[in-house]
């Protein structure tokens, strides 16, 4: 039976939620299986999404009426075996998971002002497992082709899950370096953003209003009563073409 490992679930905006699971690696056949995410509220199932894992992990995001917004709300992840009908349920997870009214109400302020003055945002988290792309050298330990068409230069197949869009705060910088051609300028990008989703290295940021791609290169988290409140993700812009998205290629 697949089992979950992990699962974050984070306001998007003040009427969205995203949730993000990463589950147990294994030799199952995921197809095997049907994935649902299900919100609840006091004990009923208010709502219930079909997912689709790829190489063990989905995020979604759930669209709720203002109504619904209340502390009693939080989710589950029904895990369904196609044959057998046998199914497990992982849970409860809310997005106020061990935050007190200070944090609650920290995260609710930081929403508002996102939802007013944030510019919107596409985050593609890179796959960390996989099937190996054929232009990846195991002595080497990398991607042969950083623009590869199959992986994005990641060394796994598609190289990229299907992008999320937020809200964030922004602001550039330039850090300037030396090599042998001297001294070289460098367009950095500051992303003050929310809790979900939770940001990794070699992540990718792209800002459609500018049409500029971003490497993530480093994250800190602020948390507050053992809950993470933002992110602040710093990214270095790359070379136009020099990454291919799950968007510029066939799925």
């Known amino acids: 039976m697949i089992s979950v490992d992990s699962v974050d679930v984070s ?3 003040y ?6 699971c990463e589950l147990v690696k294994s030799n199952e056949n995921l197809d095997d299986y049907s994935f649902y995410v299900q919100r609840i509220h006091g004990e009923d199932v208010i709502a219930e999404i079909t997912v689709t894992p790829t190489e063990f ?9 203002t109504y619904h917004i209340n502390d009693d709300m939080y989710y589950s992840i029904r895990v369904v075996n196609k044959d057998t009908a046998e199914e497990k349920i992982f849970g409860p997870y809310s997005p106020y998971t061990g935050a007190g009214n200070i944090a609650k109400e920290i995260i609710r302020k930081k929403l508002i002002q996102l939802r007013t003055m944030g510019t919107t945002i596409r985050i593609y988290k890179k796959m960390l497992t996989g099937v190996r792309c054929e232009c990846w050298d195991p002595v080497l330990n ?7 068409p199959i992986c994005g230069g990641t060394g796994i197949v598609r190289g990229y899950y299907d992008p999320i869009d937020i809200k964030a705060s922004l602001s550039h910088k330039f850090s300037v370096s030396a090599d042998k051609r001297g001294d070289l300028e460098q367009k950095m990008l500051q992303v003050r953003m929310l809790n979900f989703p939770l940001m990794r290295q070699d992540d990718v940021i792209e800002l459609p209003k500018f049409k500029e791609i971003y490497r993530v290169s480093d994250v800190s988290r602020t948390t507050f009563q053992e809950a993470v409140i933002s992110q602040t993700v710093q990214a270095a812009l790359v070379p136009a073409n020099s990454i291919k998205l799950p968007k510029e290629r066939e799925q």
């Not at 990398?142 to 590869?148: Q, V």
């Open 11 to 13: 306001f998007v905006d």
């Open 15 to 20: 009427d969205k939620i995203g949730i993000e």
């Open 57 to 65: 992990y989905f995020n979604v995001v759930d669209y709720l009426h």
């Open 142 to 148: 990398k991607s042969l082709r950083s623009n590869c």
